[in-house]
């Protein structure tokens, strides 16, 4: 367990205080690990590639736009039951995550156009979590 961080799932859920981000974020695949833009949120490296988290002007133009949504609870890597609240709430409201762990907190990437929303429910699931 990392210093300060929380595992409890109710502690984690009342406490993610999630977070919006004005930018928009896109998914693109690069060749060169080399060549990694300065504004790249994430690389992620798969075996079929590589690929960044790069802000929308960094991106193509006919590249899908997201929102990223940071849960600002410092929650423990091996915390368990926290990303399945987070997509589970969303899920069955329609809405499409894909969430990164960082080593200090959780980062989700839904539709740019669906950013209100899932901000709400993130919001409402933490006040409920708190009762």
Do not use: Y
């Not at 490296?45 to 940071?70: H, K, N, S, V, Y």
């Amino acid at each position: 367990m990392k210093p300060g961080s929380v595992m409890d799932l109710k502690a984690m859920l009342v406490g993610m205080k999630p977070s919006l981000s004005p930018r928009q974020w896109c998914f693109q695949p690069i060749s060169d690990a080399r060549f990694i833009p300065e504004t790249a949120f994430a690389m992620i490296r798969e075996e079929e590639g590589m690929c960044c988290i790069l802000p929308a002007e960094a991106a193509g133009a006919d590249a899908p736009q997201f929102a990223r949504i940071t849960l600002e609870v410092n929650s423990d890597l091996e915390a368990v039951g926290l990303t399945a609240a987070v997509s589970n709430v969303l899920a069955t409201s329609g809405i499409a995550c894909n969430t990164i762990a960082g080593l200090h907190h959780d980062h989700l990437f839904v539709s740019w156009d669906q950013r209100k929303e899932a901000l709400a429910l993130l919001e409402r699931l933490s006040l409920d979590a708190g009762r």
